[in-house]
């Protein structure tokens, strides 16, 4: 038999690859933008920075180190200079494929970070596999701008799982709304009726604003918000602004909350302060054809009769008046029951008449007295 060579000895104690086959080996070198295996083959491996991942500025020698031991999976056997082409980015990214079947079989909830921000979503990345969130599945509400996802961990499930049409989808929106369900179902528990909560402004409409009360959203009506008059829900409220309010009513999920609180009632002491007899001043705050409403405090509103505006005869109050129009009345009714006032601008003037002829009669009087002193002097 005849004697082997050196190089034949040596070439047969090497193992042999394959292109597609996983290795393993120990980093002999590495440098910014590659690395470098022995694979125990006759040439070494070499890992490129775009092999390794998907970050071009990636610096390889901050993630390993001369003496560590790696999988990757054989490229080329010969990448044209007698090395051996491996990637490392493929061999995990197939892992992560299989990683996310499990996933999407189990129904298992993933952690991720949101890698890149897509015009139709967010693409996250799972051990080097890529899974895509449409815009609509990002989350319960609509979302114009996915921007300040980008970076952020966030949590979904595999509700599409495709990978020989490369179609792997993700979906939060059914993490949140379930979320959302069960803190409702908690909150619904906790709370009653009159209980006073402090909420965030979630939106506001002109018929109201809508507050989340941590697991269920409740409507602040705009006759709700004050115990006067407000115009528009959007001058007083602002998405994002925390409020005040107690449950007003509770109808199975729909809740009620109100800020118009007992204790600020106006009405508390307006026997007090709007007694029939006293003079109070006031703004219009609307009119019709058969008289003017005075806001005469926030939730009280007194009416002025068309025939109490003046002593003449007037066919409509905005003949005379005009709307924020400061004036002052007299009272000649309250009803406290019905929520009731009455107001006339003519007996206040009837009253300043029949005082200033009582001021004259005394004027003269002292006149006469003092004639009659002098003459008889």
């Known amino acids: 038999m005849s004697e082997m060579s050196f190089e034949q000895m040596l070439e047969g104690s090497l193992k042999t690859i394959r292109n597609g086959e996983v290795v393993e080996g120990t980093v002999i070198d590495v440098k910014p933008d590659e690395i470098i295996l022995n694979i125990g083959y006759k040439s070494d491996g070499i890992i490129t920075r775009n092999e390794y991942s998907n970050d071009s500025n990636l610096d390889l020698t901050t993630v390993v180190s001369v003496g560590d031991t790696m999988s990757a999976k054989v490229m080329r056997i010969n990448d044209g200079e007698g090395q051996v082409l491996l990637t490392y980015k493929r061999l995990i990214a197939e892992k992560g494929t299989k990683r996310l079947e499990e996933a999407f079989n189990n129904h298992e909830v993933l952690t991720a970070t949101v890698a890149q921000v897509l015009d139709g979503g967010l693409s996250v990345v799972v051990d080097e596999a890529r899974v895509f969130i449409p815009a609509s599945l990002v989350s319960n509400t609509y979302e114009k701008d996915l921007s300040k996802y980008e970076g952020q961990e966030i949590e ?203 001021d004259d009669a005394e004027v003269v009087d002292v006149d006469i007295e003092k004639v009659a002193a002098e003459t008889e002097e």
């Open 156 to 358: 979904f499930v595999i509700s599409e799982f495709n990978p020989r049409r490369h179609r792997v989808i993700g979906d939060r929106k059914q993490l949140i709304i379930a979320k959302r369900e069960e803190m409702q179902r908690e909150l619904l528990e906790r709370i009653k009726v009159g209980d006073v909560i402090e909420g965030t402004v979630k939106n506001v409409t002109d018929f109201g604003a809508f507050i989340d009360l941590g697991g269920a959203d409740g409507l602040l009506h705009i006759s709700e918000m004050s115990w006067g008059r407000v115009e528009n829900p959007k001058k007083i409220f602002n998405v994002g602004d925390k409020a005040k309010v107690f449950i007003k009513d509770i109808n199975d999920t729909k809740i009620a909350l109100s800020m118009k609180f007992p204790e600020d009632n106006p009405w508390n002491e307006a026997e007090v302060k709007f007694a029939v007899g006293n003079v109070v001043k006031g703004k219009v705050a609307r009119m019709t054809d058969f008289g003017a409403f005075i806001e005469l405090a926030p939730g009280v509103d007194a009416l002025l009769h068309v025939s109490q505006i003046a002593k003449e005869h007037i066919d409509k109050p905005s003949d005379v008046l005009k709307s924020g129009q400061e004036i002052e009345a007299k009272i000649v009714d309250f009803n406290k029951a019905e929520k009731k006032i009455s107001l006339s601008i003519k007996a206040l003037l009837s009253d300043n008449k029949a005082e200033a002829e009582e």
